[in-house]
């Protein structure tokens, strides 16, 4: 495999938007309770945040994190999680038939974004709930004080505003399974009023509408373009949301998601300009990616074969765990370069969800947290990536796929940050057989040092299927990417089979 990337300082995308870097936290499983939150476990402080998942997430690095739902937020009342904690009520989450014991909310979750150094973009609940709720939470979050609902926050402890600015307009509401499931006209109605009404208490809030729960739903691209005629000149952003898995073992179809995710994002931005051109719209909607990962239901199906429901009502009950692989990791990878690549258009992504349920992050009740194989591509690309994204010419040799013919087998994105000198380059070998050798060919930059150059790829002792589990969990990691050559300003990488890297230049 050869690849020939041509990198021109000139040629550039867009600023790198930091909050491409987003990670979910939602009340469901073990992401909050026994993951974020475990009074009583031995790495646990005063509050019960377990410091030991807060180091790996401040390693991760995460800009932005989505709370608290996903499917649990279409159900949620937010009242049931501020005040004291022994009066709050315990209820049924019928989303994930769980109980909610509701002793994390949002006050909780405000001071675990400030440990964990994090934005918070908070989703309110318009399965179940609408305009009133909406703006109540606003003024209680954002108002200074001296009303009825800022005054209730700062009677909970809280004196100072939270200043939440991000917040999205509900979750997947065009999908039947989802608590207040809704058709694209009322859905559209709602969120626009909802925004109109959650801008009046605070005019500086940036507002997502909802898109559609994935590229599959026979609604796609209807829903978009009927939300969006309603609601443009309210909202900011519209949702996009994807998983994405190995089927019937063909890795290389798999390997080769990324192109899928492209198409997605490409559709969705044509609509959203479709929408903008026929309402005569000057300012600009982008794109909130608010959930993307790969999720496996062949391996991890307990949600979708109903095990959950039958075994009755539990609390945080395990749910969806992956575990993920070499190959996955790769994958994640990939999917980083495809939103990197759109950043003049998608502002906002979250890979979903932060720990335990299809997650970077795992962690045991009462025993260990560890990094699972998809850590190592988030946590480099979210300290790495800074400054301006280049728009890259790639010729690569193809591979052939049974789902989207010949694809590039080298991948790759890279940025430029004038500030440093750093030019920083991520780039996969989704050939399973084959090194890949990778000439760079800089126009109006010089590399003159390697700063680093790190590889994830299939361990000596391992094959693509190796992962981190609890009693192994440092199987898959990085490890330096030997033989990068540097020659008169040009570079040549060589890449192992199955790899994904990150390379930065000085
Ligand atoms: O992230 C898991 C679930 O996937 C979320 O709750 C939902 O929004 C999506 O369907």
């Known amino acids: 495999t050869h690849a020939r990337i041509t990198v021109d300082r000139d040629f550039t995308i867009a600023e790198v938007p930091r909050r491409l870097f987003g990670q979910f936290v939602e009340h469901m499983g073990r992401c909050v309770y026994t993951g974020i939150y475990e009074p009583g476990h031995p790495a646990a402080d005063a509050r019960g945040f377990r410091t030991d998942v807060l180091e790996l997430v401040r390693e991760l690095g995460p800009t932005v994190v989505r709370y608290p739902g996903g499917n649990f937020v279409s159900g949620y009342r937010w009242e049931d999680g501020v005040g004291p904690v022994a009066d709050r009520p315990v209820r049924m989450d019928g989303a994930w038939h769980t109980i909610e014991t509701n002793a994390f909310g949002l006050h909780e979750f405000m001071d675990w974004s400030r440990e964990a150094e994090v934005e918070v973009m908070e989703a309110i609940n318009l399965g179940t709930r609408g305009v009133e709720e909406a703006r109540a939470l606003v003024e209680y979050a954002n108002h200074p004080g001296g009303t009825y609902w800022s005054d209730l926050r700062r009677r909970n402890g809280a004196e100072d505003p939270f200043g939440i600015k991000l917040w999205c307009l509900g979750n997947e509401l065009d999908g039947p399974w989802q608590i207040g499931h809704k058709t694209a006209h009322e859905y559209g109605r709602l969120a626009q009023e909802t925004a109109k009404a959650m801008k009046l208490v605070d005019p500086e809030i940036e507002l997502v509408a909802v898109g559609s729960s994935n590229r599959q739903m026979p609604t796609f691209g209807t829903w978009e373009h009927t939300v969006l005629t309603h609601a443009y000149e309210e909202v900011d952003y519209i949702s996009m949301h994807a998983y994405y898995r190995e089927q019937d073992g063909d890795a290389a179809s798999f390997l080769a998601e990324g192109v899928e995710m492209d198409t997605f994002i490409d559709g969705v931005i044509s609509t959203i300009d479709a929408v903008k051109a026929a309402g005569k719209h000057s300012k600009q909607v982008n794109i909130s990616f608010d959930e993307w990962n790969v999720w496996d239901f062949d391996r991890f199906n307990d949600v979708e074969e109903g095990e959950v429901a039958a075994a009755g009502w539990r609390e945080h009950p395990r749910l969806i765990e992956d575990t993920y692989t070499v190959t996955d990791a790769v994958v994640v990878g990939t999917f980083l370069h495809s939103l990197l690549r759109h950043g003049d258009r998608v502002k906002i992504a979250n890979q979903a969800q932060l720990v335990n349920v299809i997650a970077p992050i795992r962690s045991e009740e009462g025993g260990p947290a560890w990094r699972q194989t998809i850590f190592w591509p988030f946590a480099r690309m979210a300290r790495m990536a800074k400054g301006r994204i280049l728009r890259l010419a790639i010729s690569s040799t193809k591979g052939e796929t049974a ?104």
């Open 403 to 506: 789902r989207f013919g010949d694809v590039d087998e080298v991948d790759a994105v890279a940025t430029w940050d004038e500030s440093s000198g750093r030019l920083a380059l991520f780039v996969a070998n989704r050939s399973l057989a084959s090194e890949a050798t990778v000439d760079l060919d800089l126009h109006g930059l010089r590399a003159t040092a390697v700063r680093s150059a790190e590889v994830l790829t299939v361990p000596d002792d391992g094959d693509r299927l190796t992962a981190n589990v609890e009693h192994a969990p440092d199987a898959v990691g990085l490890r330096p990417l030997d033989g990068v050559a540097i020659d008169d300003g040009a570079v040549r990488l060589t890449l192992p089979a199955l790899s994904w890297s990150a390379v930065e230049f000085e």
